[in-house]
């Protein structure tokens, strides 16, 4: 256990040092204060040309579209690919397994500091959006229902993440990795308009069976109903269970894939 937070330790010291993360972090906020506002502002002048009350509706909107893949999850998917596929680039792989750690125990540091970075862009995100959505809607308005929503969406962030770092390692190019993220957000992006126009069953199988367009289904949702969304405990249940499924099935895939990875 102690090889590994050594190893945690040493890729942390690598992240701090890496100029692209911190590029990714400052376009990533620059674009989403950009978008909050300019948001804000339509919101504000007019939705379908009826006026718009300023409150709670519109703290709520400004505030959960940030949260959306293709917000959020597009610059945590180009952040941790960055990462994630660093030694492959620098070679360094090889010098860790000559050191005595384990290919686990490197898999498993790479995925650690993979969900340090997701959880930074999120709490990053909130916090540009939270004052952001504040300054339009000229007051805070936070509820314990906005506080119920956006903390489903760290659990299923986690799984994204997870999910990025074993394409990441797996493909073990960072233009490759990169590529491989942003083109599924995008495409989820697309797929989640189509899939909610299908009416039945299917449709709502296929909505829940991705954390991607399980959270922007929610923040969606959330900003459609307006006040008093009610998300209920059976829908909970299951983006909590597929985020464990795909946590699990990720970090096991990828762990497996890195032990039979050729290093040179």
């Not at 590994?4 to 990533?28: C, E, H, Q, W």
């Not at 906005?146 to 797996?170: D, E, K």
């Amino acid at each position: 256990m102690k090889k590994v937070f050594n190893l945690i330790s040493a890729d942390m010291g690598r992240l701090i040092k890496s100029k692209p993360v911190y590029i990714t972090l400052i376009i990533n906020v620059g674009l989403l204060a950009l978008n909050v506002l300019l948001l804000g502002w339509l919101l504000r002048s007019t939705t379908g040309g009826v006026e718009m009350d300023i409150g709670e509706e519109l703290f709520r909107l400004v505030l959960l579209s940030a949260f959306a893949s293709s917000n959020l999850g597009l610059f945590v998917g180009i952040a941790v690919s960055i990462f994630s596929s660093g030694d492959f680039a620098f070679n360094t792989f090889r010098n860790k397994i000559i050191a005595g750690n384990s290919r686990m125990k490197i898999y498993l540091s790479t995925l650690a500091v993979g969900l340090i970075i997701g959880m930074v862009f999120f709490v990053v995100n909130f916090i540009v959006s939270l004052f952001g959505a504040a300054i339009v809607s000229q007051g805070f308005h936070f509820t314990g229902e906005l506080i119920g929503i956006i903390a489903l969406f760290i659990p299923l962030y986690l799984a994204i993440t997870a999910t990025i770092v074993f394409v990441s390692m797996a493909v073990k190019s960072r233009a490759a990795g990169i590529g491989i993220n942003l083109g599924f957000v995008m495409f989820m992006s697309v797929a989640l308009v189509i899939i909610m126009a299908i009416p039945g069953r299917f449709a709502e199988i296929l909505l829940m069976s991705v954390p991607h367009s399980i959270v922007d289904r929610v923040a969606m949702q959330a900003m459609m109903m307006g006040e008093g969304t009610v998300i209920s405990g059976r829908f909970v249940g299951v983006a909590l269970l597929v985020s464990a499924i795909y946590f699990v099935v990720s970090t096991v895939l990828g762990a497996i894939k890195f032990k039979y990875t050729s290093i040179k």
